[in-house]
């Protein structure tokens, strides 16, 4: 094999790892290639509780990062434990459903309802409209998100 053999033979793989390096390298200089989650709150409401043991929590969530998220877990230092709950209809009859996440696409909106995902709090304080209680989100990927939900009527939601 001679010198310029060589020299064609290696020409070709180099060129083509040229080429890919400066595709990727467009590509996430773009955003193309996907940020990190970065979820918000957007809204946060409570129930004044009707019930001296258990009422919900609805938030409106946004992911403005590139990548999927998941809530997996809501805590709050002034309620009893909160659990990720959705509303199940069967038989025309309604119940809830523990969850163990809510998915929160990448450019995406979540907004927790009574007629589907929502935060059943239960030992809720007595609590006025108007009032906020404070809570935690736990994400998997990005960490806690800490909000105040406003308490809300039944009626408002």
Known sequence: MTDLTAV???LAPVAASVLALAGLTAWA????????????????RMLVPTNPDVTAAFFDLRNDGGVD????????P??????LSRTVVRKGAGAMRMVPSVAL?????????ASG????????????????VPFVLHFRDSGQ????????RPGQL
């Open 8 to 10: 064609r033979a290696a």
């Open 117 to 132: 995902v929502d935060v059943m709090v239960e030992d809720p304080p007595r609590l006025r409209v108007g009032e906020r």
């Open 29 to 44: 200089a773009t955003g193309a290639a996907g940020s990190p989650a970065q979820p918000s709150v957007i809204a946060a």
């Open 105 to 113: 696409p990448a450019g995406g909106t979540v907004r927790m309802s």
């Open 145 to 152: 998100v800490r909000v105040e939900a406003v308490v809300i």
């Open 78 to 83: 002034e309620t009893g434990r909160a659990m």
């Open 69 to 76: 998220d998941e809530l997996v877990r809501v805590t709050s």
